[in-house]
C-alpha cells in the first residue's frame, strides 16, 4: 500500500509541474502571437502612409513646375512632364492625374473654344471637351488636363464646382493652401462603383499668398491626384498577408472637426474581404486585433485590423499537447520506476530474514549430529528434525529462485529508467534556459517596475528593457522549440509501419502542399524551386509519408546545401517507370558531399551541423520510410561542388497490410 502512495504522489507531482510549464509555454506563445500580428499592423499603417506620401511629393512636384512657369504650363508641356515620372510603372496605384483649372463665368465660354481648339494630345475618337453638369456659378473648377487621358473620359471637361464633396475640399484647400482630400466618392470614370477619392493642391499666381483673401485671388487652379482605394492598397499590402487578416478603412472626417465620423458603409473606403458588403466574414482570434490612425489630405483615416487562425498566427496547441503528453510520459515512467525500487527494497528485507533463519536451522543440525552419539532415542529425534530442516531449505530455495527473478525484473527496469534518465538529460538543457531566461526576465520586469514606481522611466531605459524582453522571449521559443524537436526527433527515429492514413492521391497536389509550407523559407533564401511532376500521377499510398519525405529532403537541403551562398535551385522530377512505379528525383545545386559524409548519410544521430540546428535523424528517417511504409529504394549521388540527387522508386500502389482494407479512405 506505501509503494503504491508513493508512486502515486511522484505521478502527480509530475503532472503539476507538466502543467505549470504548459501553462508558461502557452503564454509564451501568446505573447508572440501578438507581437507578430501588431508588427504586421504597424508595416501596412507605415506602408500605406509613405505611399501617400510619395504620391502627395509628386502632386508638389508638378505645382513647382507652375509655380516656376508663373502658372502658365500648356497641355504637352504637362504631358511631359508627367510621363517623365513614369508614374504608371513605378506606383501603379492611382487612376489619374489632373489639372483642375479655375473659371470664372464670365470666361467660361472662351476657355471653353479654347480647350475645344486644342486636340494635339487627344487619342484618335476621344470625345470632344465638353463642360458638364451644366450649372449657374459665379466660379467653375473645371478639369482641363487628364494624364492618361484613355480610361478618364467622363471626367474630361467635369465642373467640380457643382459636385458638393468636390467644392468643399476645393474651397478648404484654396483657403488653407495644403493638401486637401476629398471625402469617399464614386469616381466618375469608374463604372465599377468602388470606393475612391481625390488629393489636390492648390496653385496660386506669383505674389503674395499670407492670407486667405491673397490665396483666394491669387488662385489659378489644382493639381490632382485620383485614386481608387482598391488599387492604391493592393499596391501596398502583400498579397498572402491577406489570408491571414481581415482590414477595413473608415473615413473619419477632416481633421479639423472634433467629431468623428461614425463607421458605416457610407464612411468604408477599403475591405479586405473582397467586395464591399458580401461575403461571410472569418471570426478573428481573441486578442488579434488593432487599430491606426492615418491623416490624408487633412482627413483622418481609421484603419481596422483583425488576424485569423492560420499557419501565420497559429496558436501553438500542438506543441503544448506535446509537451503536456511527454510531462504525463515521464511522471508515469519515474513514478513506476519510484515503486519498482521500493519493491526491491522489500524483496531483499526478505530474503535477508530467509538467510537468518536457514543459519538458525543449520546450527539446529548440527547440534542434532553431535546429540545421535548420546542415545538412539535421540538419533531417531535428530533424524525427525533433520527431515524438518530439509523441507525448510526446499522452501528457501524457492524463494531464493523467487529472488533471483525478481532481481532479473528490477535490471529490466533499471535499463528502462537508465533510457527515462536519457531522454529527460537531452530535454533537460533547452527547457533549463527557458526556465532560467524566464528567471531572468521576472527580476527584469521586477527592477523596470521598481524604477517606475520610484518616479519615472527614461526613453533609453525603456528601449534597453524592450530589446532585453524581446531578447527573453525569443531565446526561451528557441529552447522550447528545440525541446518539442528532440520529442518529435525520439518519437520518428522508429517508424511504426501500422500509423498513417492510406488513401488514393495525385502527386503534385502533395507536391504543393509541401511546397506551400516552406513557401516563405525559401523565399527568404532566396531559393529558387523547378517542378516537373506529372497531373496524371496517382497513388494508392500514405500521403502523409510522402509528404514527411520531401518535407525532410527540402530542410536538408536548406541547412547544408547552401551554406555560405546566397541563392540556389531546387529540382524535383517524378516520372513514370514499366511495372507500376514511379521515379522521383530530388536535385539541388549546392555544395554536395563528400565519400564519407555520403557513406554515413543513412547512420542515426550523424550529422555535419551538431549543434547548429541538425539532430542527426532527418535521413534515417526519410530511409525508414521509403523502405518499411512506402515499399520503395532510395538512393543517393553527390560530389563536392557538384549538387546532390536523391532518387525515390516508389510503387504507384503499396501492398495492403493485413486487416487495412477495412479503415481504408478514399480520396
Same mark, same amino acid.
Given at each position: ?86 508614374? =504608371? ?100 470614370? $469608374? ?127 500542438v506543441r503544448v499537447a506535446m509537451i503536456a503528453a511527454a510531462g504525463t510520459l515521464i511522471s508515469a515512467l519515474i513514478a513506476l520506476l519510484l515503486m519498482v525500487s521500493q519493491r526491491n527494497s522489500a524483496l531483499a528485507e526478505q530474503l535477508r530474514r530467509d538467510i537468518a533463519e536457514r543459519q538458525k536451522t543449520e546450527a539446529a543440525l548440527v547440534h542434532t549430529q553431535h546429540g545421535l552419539e548420546r542415545s538412539l532415542d535421540e538419533l531417531a529425534a535428530q533424524k525427525a528434525n533433520a527431515e524438518?530442516?530439509?523441507? $525448510? ?85 528557441? =529552447? ?66 510522402? =509528404? ?120
Amino acid at each position: 500500500m506505501h509503494l503504491r502512495i508513493h508512486g502515486y504522489l511522484a505521478f502527480v507531482v509530475g503532472i503539476c509541474i507538466t502543467v505549470w510549464v504548459c501553462l508558461f509555454v502557452s503564454d509564451a506563445q501568446q505573447h508572440t502571437l501578438r507581437t507578430t500580428f501588431q508588427r504586421d499592423t504597424d508595416k501596412i499603417a507605415r506602408d500605406t502612409a509613405v505611399r501617400l506620401q510619395t504620391y502627395f511629393d509628386t502632386l508638389l512636384s508638378i505645382k513647382g513646375m507652375y509655380a516656376v512657369r508663373g502658372g502658365r504650363v500648356t497641355r504637352s508641356e504637362f504631358n511631359r512632364y508627367v510621363r517623365e515620372l513614369r508614374l =504608371s510603372e513605378r506606383y501603379p496605384g492611382f487612376q489619374a492625374i489632373q489639372f483642375v483649372r479655375l473659371v470664372p463665368a464670365a470666361q467660361l465660354h472662351g476657355f471653353a473654344a479654347g480647350v475645344q481648339a486644342d486636340t494635339s494630345l487627344l487619342p484618335e475618337g476621344y470625345p470632344q471637351f465638353n463642360v458638364h453638369p451644366a450649372a449657374v456659378r459665379d466660379l467653375h473648377y473645371i478639369i482641363e488636363y487628364n494624364e492618361p487621358m484613355v480610361g478618364n473620359e467622363n471626367a474630361f471637361g467635369l465642373d467640380l464646382g457643382a459636385l458638393e464633396p468636390h467644392r468643399r475640399a476645393l474651397e478648404m484647400g484654396r483657403d488653407s493652401g495644403q493638401i486637401v482630400a476629398t471625402e469617399r466618392i464614386t469616381l466618375v470614370q $469608374d463604372a465599377t462603383g468602388q470606393p475612391g477619392f481625390v488629393a489636390r493642391a492648390p496653385v496660386y499666381r506669383d505674389g503674395p499668398i499670407d492670407t486667405v483673401e491673397q490665396r483666394r485671388a491669387g488662385l489659378i487652379g489644382f493639381i490632382a491626384i485620383v485614386f481608387r482605394v482598391n488599387n492604391l492598397m493592393r499596391e501596398v499590402i502583400d498579397t498572402p498577408l491577406l489570408g491571414h487578416m481581415s482590414i477595413q478603412i473608415h473615413d473619419g472626417g477632416y481633421q479639423r472637426d472634433d467629431s468623428v465620423l461614425p463607421r458605416n458603409m457610407d464612411t468604408l473606403m477599403y475591405d479586405s474581404a473582397g467586395k464591399i458588403g458580401s461575403g461571410e466574414r472569418v471570426a478573428p482570434l481573441p486578442g488579434l486585433n488593432s487599430k491606426a490612425s492615418l491623416n490624408v489630405g487633412e482627413r483622418r483615416w481609421l484603419m481596422e485590423f483583425n488576424g485569423h487562425a492560420g499557419t501565420r498566427y497559429s496558436t501553438g496547441n500542438v506543441r503544448v499537447a506535446m509537451i503536456a503528453a511527454a510531462g504525463t510520459l515521464i511522471s508515469a515512467l519515474i513514478a513506476l520506476l519510484l515503486m519498482v525500487s521500493q519493491r526491491n527494497s522489500a524483496l531483499a528485507e526478505q530474503l535477508r530474514r530467509d538467510i537468518a533463519e536457514r543459519q538458525k536451522t543449520e546450527a539446529a543440525l548440527v547440534h542434532t549430529q553431535h546429540g545421535l552419539e548420546r542415545s538412539l532415542d535421540e538419533l531417531a529425534a535428530q533424524k525427525a528434525n533433520a527431515e524438518l530442516a530439509h523441507r $525448510d531449505l526446499t522452501l528457501v530455495l524457492a524463494t531464493l529462485k523467487q529472488a533471483q527473478t525478481n532481481l532479473i525484473t528490477s535490471e529490466k527496469m533499471a535499463s528502462l529508467g537508465a533510457l527515462v534518465a536519457g531522454i529527460a538529460h537531452e530535454l533537460n538543457t533547452p527547457i533549463g534556459n527557458s526556465l532560467l531566461t524566464a528567471t531572468a526576465l521576472s527580476d527584469m520586469v521586477a527592477d523596470f517596475d521598481r524604477k517606475l514606481a520610484d518616479g519615472g522611466i527614461k526613453r533609453s531605459a525603456l528601449d534597453a528593457h524592450l530589446r532585453d524582453a524581446r531578447t527573453a522571449c525569443a531565446i526561451i521559443a528557441n =529552447s522550447l522549440g528545440r525541446a518539442a524537436e528532440l520529442i518529435t526527433s525520439f518519437k520518428q527515429v522508429a517508424v511504426d509501419q501500422t500509423s498513417g492514413q492510406r488513401r488514393r492521391f495525385r502527386l503534385d497536389g502533395v507536391v504543393g502542399d509541401v511546397l506551400a509550407t516552406y513557401a516563405a523559407q525559401l523565399r527568404r533564401a532566396n531559393c529558387e524551386v523547378v517542378l516537373e511532376v506529372p497531373e496524371l500521377l496517382e497513388f494508392d499510398s500514405y500521403p502523409g509519408s510522402v =509528404s514527411q519525405v520531401l518535407s525532410n529532403l527540402i530542410n536538408n537541403a536548406m541547412l547544408h546545401a547552401f551554406e555560405d551562398r546566397h541563392s540556389g535551385t531546387i529540382r524535383l522530377r517524378a516520372q513514370a517507370l514499366d511495372g507500376a512505379q514511379v521515379q522521383i528525383e530530388f536535385s539541388d545545386d549546392g555544395v554536395g558531399m563528400s565519400a564519407r559524409t555520403l557513406h554515413q548519410i543513412f547512420d542515426p544521430f550523424f550529422t555535419t551541423k551538431m549543434g547548429q540546428g541538425g539532430s542527426g535523424l532527418g535521413m534515417n528517417i526519410v530511409y525508414n520510410i521509403v523502405t518499411g511504409v512506402l515499399h520503395g529504394t532510395i538512393s543517393i549521388q553527390s560530389e563536392p561542388g557538384q549538387g546532390t540527387t536523391v532518387t525515390l522508386v516508389l510503387p504507384l500502389a503499396v501492398p495492403v497490410r493485413e486487416g487495412e482494407e477495412e479503415g481504408r479512405v478514399q480520396a
